[in-house]
């Protein structure tokens, strides 16, 4: 995804370029605190002093790799796909699946239930996770919102609005207690499966057809897309939001961490709606497991706040500022890796629609039934976007004078 990395040999305060040590000179002491990531501030002028004798062109490439090693480690499925890695490589491979026709409630054991040393695979799965979400979190925060908060025109969504310090705070407090939960049922699903769990996937690509292997790829990638689409949008009723979603909603202008930050109930409940095709059709692991690695690194990418786009071979792939808009409207754009399911259902974002947190339903309203205040605070929030997170650099929905005369 290709936010231009910038020379930061120099840096601009007040309109004056200045040398980067003489406008780095006094460092700010922050407590340090790991629920919040205002503690970076303290290791800012380190990092930047590291960061300038990385080479330019390996820049981008460090920052891809870094969101994609968060995704991948962040909700512990690295320990699952470890697993069937092990398996496909022949270890660990010769416990079977227990007779559970005749069972008691009294023979009912750890062993019985295939999770041996669950206790171990919880702690591998929670350390690695919690490390990654906390060190390349905090690097992310500190490559944009801190090396670079000071041209945020440059790759911010929504460039003169962050996210105020309590509620960074809160949002890596929430998110930390939701990884615990994606967490635990990653440990269970991975011990589950190296122990001789049943399921559905398979290892040996001549078990079935090499047509099924390509075609499967799109079968996952449709049924996670099509399934978050609805879950998400469901979790925009009412009663939903107002009880469980609107928690992740606090945040309009998301980051990297934001992507957690959602009630444990409902990431509990997307979790199990992803992974429940293994125990249904045969799959393969690698297609299986690819298409969630890409789901989640695109889950950062889509709750940053920079103007990230997609790449030409991801035609299907919408822009960062897709679900950016999400969070700033609120009920609307509710896809995340396709923006059809938007097109299809009339949920995608309407330049003559207003969109608030008091109006449900994905439709918004139209310009000819809102009330002026609404009007005036709707196109001030159009003005705080940034055309440079649209394609071709060119502000979407800008509503010009002529477009409200049109509507009345």
């Given amino acids: 995804m290709g936010t231009k990395v910038i020379n930061k040999s120099k840096d601009v305060r007040n309109g004056v370029k200045v040398k980067k040590n003489e406008s780095e000179t006094k460092k700010r002491s922050v407590p340090y605190d790991p629920m919040a990531v205002t503690w970076m501030d303290n290791y800012s002028e380190t990092m930047d002093k590291i960061w300038e004798r990385v ?8 920052v891809f790799l870094a969101v994609f090693i968060m995704g ?90 962050f996210l105020p310090p309590d ?18 049922v990653s440990a269970l699903t991975a011990c589950y499966i190296s122990n001789g769990g049943w399921s559905y996937v398979y290892h040996d690509f001549s078990e079935y057809s090499w047509a099924w292997w390509f075609l499967q790829w799109a079968v996952i990638f449709v049924y996670q897309d099509y399934m978050t689409y609805w879950i998400h949008r469901v979790y925009h009723t009412p009663f939903l939001y107002k009880n469980f979603h609107k928690m992740h909603h606090k945040y309009k202008q998301p980051t990297a961490f934001s992507v957690t930050a959602i009630h444990p109930v409902e990431i509990l409940h997307i979790q199990i709606t992803l992974m429940l095709p293994i125990f249904f059709i ?31 071979w991801q035609p299907w792939q919408p822009d960062a500022i897709f679900h950016d808009n999400h969070h700033q409207y609120f009920h609307v754009n509710f896809g995340f890796n396709c923006s059809i399911w938007d097109k299809i259902h009339g949920t995608y974002r309407r330049k003559d629609r207003i969109y608030t947190e008091d109006i449900y339903y994905g439709k918004g309203k139209a310009l000819n039934e809102v009330s002026e205040n609404e009007l005036m605070n709707d196109i001030k929030e159009r003005k705080s976007e940034n055309p440079l ?13 002529e477009d409200i005369k049109k509507s009345k």
């Fill in 282 to 312: 045969p799959l393969h692991f690698i297609p299986f497991y690819a298409v969630a690695l890409y789901t989640y690194y695109h889950g950062i990418i889509d709750h940053s706040g920079i103007n990230f786009k997609a790449h030409w």
């Fill in 167 to 184: 509620l960074e705070r809160n949002e890596i407090i929430l998110g930390s207690l939701s990884l615990l939960v994606t967490n635990t």
């Fill in 55 to 62: 080479p330019e062109f390996s820049k981008p490439f460090i």
């Fill in 389 to 401: 997170a649209y394609r071709n650099n060119n502000m979407e929905f800008e509503l010009t004078e």
């Fill in 72 to 161: 991948a480690t962040m909700r512990g499925e690295w320990l699952v796909v470890l697993v069937h890695l092990l398996k496909y490589m022949g270890v660990n491979n010769d416990v079977t699946m227990g007779n559970f026709t005749q069972v008691r409630w009294s023979e009912v054991t750890m062993e019985s239930l295939h999770l041996n040393n669950l206790v171990y695979y919880w702690i591998g799965t929670s350390t690695i996770s919690y490390t990654m979400y906390f060190a390349i979190g905090g690097f992310l925060h500190w490559y944009y919102y801190l090396n670079r908060r000071d041209r945020p025109h440059e790759w911010k969504c929504q460039p003169e609005k």
